[in-house]
């Protein structure tokens, strides 16, 4: 008799524990789906990585959010896909595998992510370890992928805006400093540096108003911008001065580019005056040699061709000067 009564108490125990696990599995399908309808048409996707299996799953607003069919993403991490922008990747393979190794403590990375129709879209990945082993190494990384297109465009423009100088449209001094940290290698050798002066802008300024002197300024943009190839940064420093970064170019090469901005400049008639820069070059031949060196030595190249040139731009000026007496 007792013995019967132990196999039913053990028959009811396992009927509770059957009926529990079905609720439980029940208030999981639920909240699972109750999720799902939150994330529909949201710009954010759920992704459940197993680590063990290699096997990736993701829920299909995951996949609207990159316009695709829920059934047409492959159950393998993106890094292993040609989904992830090439640029990108490297980027985002080193802080997966910083997390995973637990030199750090969270993984998050921007990147971009090829939408359906061949479009580059930005998303912000987060995500957490939920299971290890017995050597707490991570088996399982859940996480979410959040659309922030729209965002990151705005935050390029911002920053594009804060490279650009207003007057002429060409990139400003704190781009000219960023690309040069960006050269700093032995790929960009030789790295040649022209800077220029807009002879006369001051006097333009002060005898026919800014707006003559704003025209000198987009007018010796023009040229510059004209005169150097795709490859070459031409940045306006600030007040008359531009300064110009030539990768891959030898002096032999920037003397030549100087040689037809003077040209272009004399060529030029569509300011109120005659267009006239100085200009220096210097060229950068080995790490050794410091770009704080190359560049200050461009500018006393600069500084003395300005000298040189100041008697025939005074005389012009003094030219200028009596036909607007005439004139009044």
């Not at 599995?25 to 759920?46: D, F, P, Q, V």
């Not at 804060?162 to 940290?181: E, I, Q």
């Not at 510059?224 to 090469?253: H, M, Y």
């Not at 267009?275 to 006393?300: N, Q």
Request: hydrophobic share 40%.
């Amino acid at each position: 008799m007792t013995q019967i009564l132990i196999i039913v108490a053990a028959g009811l125990v396992l009927m509770a524990a059957f009926w529990w696990l079905i609720r439980i599995h029940r208030e999981a399908a639920y909240n699972r789906r109750r999720l799902e309808l939150a994330l529909t048409g949201s710009k954010m996707g759920l992704w459940d990585w197993s680590i063990t299996n290699g096997f990736v799953f993701r829920n299909r607003s995951y996949a609207e959010m990159l316009g695709y069919d829920p059934d047409a993403l492959p159950e393998q991490l993106v890094i292993d896909t040609t989904l992830v922008h090439p640029e990108d990747l490297p980027r985002l393979k080193a802080t997966l595998e910083s997390y995973l190794a637990g030199t750090s403590e969270k993984y998050e990375q921007e990147y971009r992510l090829k939408g359906a129709c061949g479009q580059w879209r930005w998303v912000l990945d987060r995500g957490t370890a939920v299971s290890f082993d017995r050597h707490r190494r991570p088996t399982r990384v859940v996480g979410i992928s959040v659309d922030i297109t729209e965002r990151k465009r705005v935050e390029l423009r911002l920053r594009e805006l804060s490279y650009t100088d207003p007057v002429t449209g060409l990139h400003n001094r704190a781009y000219f400093n960023k690309m040069v940290k960006e050269l700093n290698s032995e790929a960009a050798l030789p790295l040649s540096v022209i800077v220029g002066d807009v002879n006369m802008l001051k006097m333009a300024n002060d005898t026919l108003g800014h707006s003559a002197g704003d025209c000198l300024l987009i007018s010796a943009a023009k040229v510059l911008k004209g005169c150097c190839r795709a490859s070459d940064i031409v940045t306006r420093w600030g007040g008359d001065e531009f300064a110009i970064l030539l990768p891959n170019t030898g002096q032999t090469e920037a003397l030549a580019i100087c040689k037809r901005i003077r040209k272009a400049c004399a060529q030029t008639q569509d300011s109120p005056v005659q267009l006239s820069v100085a200009l220096g070059a210097a060229t950068r031949t080995s790490m050794a040699e410091p770009m704080r060196d190359i560049v200050e030595t461009a500018e006393a190249w600069m500084y003395k061709h300005k000298l040189m040139e100041r008697d025939g731009d005074i005389q012009r000026w003094k030219t200028l000067a009596e036909d607007a007496e005439q004139l009044h």
